[in-house]
Structures are given as C-alpha cells and as structure tokens.
C-alpha cells in the first residue's frame, strides 16, 4: 500500500487546484493514504477533501529556512513508514523535509537546485499548459508524461469537489443571520496577489446595486484586508438597498466561507483563492481577469464566466501595473458582468 506525503503550496487557489493530484492518486491506488504537510490556514481547506486522511501542520512560515527544524520534522516523520512523497512548491526547502524523514521515492518538478533532494525528478512542466495538469501529471510514470496531451486536456483529469455538510451550511448561515428568500450572488473583491488583479472597488459597488436592483442579495467575502474594501462598497449604495447587502470580510473563517459560497447561486471573483473555492463548492463562477490568465489558473467548473480585456499588455502577471493605467480590469464594465447573470 502506498503511504504518501503531500508537501503543499501555500496559497489558498493552489491548495483547493492540488485536490486534483489527491484524487488522481486515490483513483490510481485506492487503499492508499495521503497525508498534506501544509501551513495551519489550509487545514480548513484539507478537511473538506475525502482523500485526505491527515493534515499535517507546518510549523515554519512561508520564507523560512530554518535548516535544523527541517532536518527535525523530517525526523520525526520517519516513523510514519511514508514511500512516496510529492513536493508541489518549488522551492529547494520545500524538498528538505521529504530528504531528511528518508521517504524512499520523492516526485516533483525542477525547481532551485533539487537534484539529489528529490530522486524522481521532472524537467518538463511548462510543457504542461495549467496548473492543476502540473500537479496530476505527478502522478503519473516520469517516461508517459510528455506533454498535457499525454493527459487527455484539463477536461480528462479530475477536478477539485469541497465536501459539504448539509446541517453545518445552515448552522454558518444562521450563525450570520444570513436567509435565503433572495437568490445570493457573492462578490469577492480582493486578490492577495496585488492590486493589478483587483477589478475597481466602483465597478463591483455598481455592479451590487445593479444585482440587488433585478431581485439578488449580495454577500461579500474576503478576508480582514478587504474589509476597507467591502465597507466602502456598502457605502456607495442607497439606504433602499442596505437590506439586501452584507459584508462577511474578516468575520468568516476560511471554513464558513467554504459553506456561505456553496450557497450562492453566482460568484464574481477576481483570480484568487476565493474564486477557486466557489468554482469547488459547485458555484456559476464569474472570473474576473487582469494581469492575470484563465490559461494557466482557470475556475475548474463546468459553470463558468470568464471575463477579460484583450488589449495588448496583458496578461504582464505583474502584482501592481507596469504602465499605470490598469485598463485591463477598468475596461471591463459592470453592465458586462450584470449580463453573465441576468441571461445565464
């Protein structure tokens, strides 16, 4: 039986994406177990997959090298009797601790000075097209993995599903004094990335007056840094439409936005870990991309919008714009988003 050892990303996108790789394994080797060695914040993520049987929390922050408390993790997951280990980051230090806890076969992709650190090595992932492909195709024999061709399209590997627990959503709901006699559109205005992924905070308040105006309550999500964000579009409604808005921005856990989302029927989203989130709890998700590609990073949904400008510099992936103007996003008009639900 396989016993394996998942090492993470540390982003809330790439961890909802990387259920791809869990699942993928899980069909391959039914009776193996799968634990993810991830930062605290994911385990609220992890336990709403079925493939995982233990989230495992790492002590270090994302910058961290800390040599010796690696080589002491690693130690102590000797005992564990792991066989594979799979490295998502990148990073030489994310391939450490599977090295020192001496797990016989470690899988992952090129990355800062690996060899040797990890003994099956792959050299070719930007022959992979997306993301989640770069995680599934890990999963597979090193000689069988070409190229995305090798595994049918995004559409032929498995996607991501967040398990949900019927009682708990309507407990989050109630806890937040949330009804549902509206249909529920939920907007996510932040992106943890930087402002050249933030549609204009006054193209998401005109589009919340336009949805609440043709019969739809808006919730907003996001976590304390988008409070600003979500307060300031409350504010630019009028007093009639106050009922029928609220901010859940820094109130939620990561574990009750995971509930709240399932119950929209739409989510608008920057490309960020939220939209990720919706597209896995079974959301019409409405992608909003700026410096950013759906080419790399799509929603996997089958219900899904994606909206972009096709002006010349994009996508720059770029964290603020270079040339200052960001027309990628402020080109894109709240009436063209208001269309992707109206006439869905």
Known sequence: ???????????????VMSQSLYRELKQQHPDSSIDVLAPAWCKPILSRMAEVDNAIEMPLSHGDVKLAERYKIGKSLRTKGYTHAYVLPNSAKSALIPFFAKIPTRTGWTGESRYGLLNDIRPNKKAFTFM????????????????????GGLTNIPWPVLQLDNTLVRATANKFNLGLELPVVGLCPGAEFGPAKKWPTAHYAELTKLLIDNGYQVWLFGSQKDAETTSDIILQQPDTHQDKIVSLAGKTSLEEAVDLLSLCQYVVSNDSGLMHVAAAVGCHVIGIYGSTSPSYTPPLTDQVDIINTDIECRPCFKRECPLGHLRCLKEISPTSVLRKIIHA
């Open 1 to 15: 039986m396989k016993k394996i050892l998942i090492i993470g990303p540390s982003w809330v996108g790439d961890m």
């Open 132 to 151: 989640a492909e770069r995680y599934v195709a890990l999963a597979h024999p090193k000689a069988e993995m070409r190229d995305s061709s090798s595994l």
